[in-house]
């Protein structure tokens, strides 16, 4: 069964930073090449897509309201994804969900993922 758990999420001030973390295990996670990606929901709002990896190669994927400022990462050893959330703003704030699929043609597209996490409340005040 696979499971996708979120942690690291909090209140912090505006320019303040924070790591997410997201623990993979069970199928597909077997394969070493496959997408995993970080999404958010603000309340009234639909799901987006922040930032996504695929696994084979390295190859990662921004929304542009985060570039320059968020950064994702995994480590291969024990199946983690991270995102590094640096200069927050307010616009921040919202749920922030762990994805995973085999495949996708479209990193940030929510559609095209599977597997979610419960969510982890990332709020920013001003």
């Known amino acids: 069964q696979v499971q996708l758990v979120e942690s690291g999420g909090g209140s912090v001030q505006t320019g303040g930073s924070l790591r997410l973390s997201c623990a993979a295990s069970?199928?597909?996670?077997?394969?070493?090449?496959?997408?995993m990606g970080w999404f958010r929901q603000a309340p009234g709002k639909e799901r987006e897509g922040v930032a996504a990896i695929y696994r084979g190669g390295g190859t990662t994927s921004y929304a542009d309201s985060v570039k320059g400022r968020f950064t994702i990462s995994q480590d291969s050893a024990t199946s983690t994804l991270y995102l590094q959330m640096n200069s927050l703003k307010p616009e921040d704030t919202a749920t922030y969900y762990c994805?995973?699929?085999?495949?996708?043609?479209?990193?940030?597209?929510?559609?095209?993922?599977?597997?979610w996490g419960q969510g982890t409340q990332v709020t920013v005040s001003s």
């Open positions: 069970g199928y597909p996670y077997r394969y070493s090449s496959y997408y």
């Open positions: 994805a995973a699929d085999l495949y996708t043609s479209a990193p940030l597209r929510v559609s095209d993922y599977s597997y």
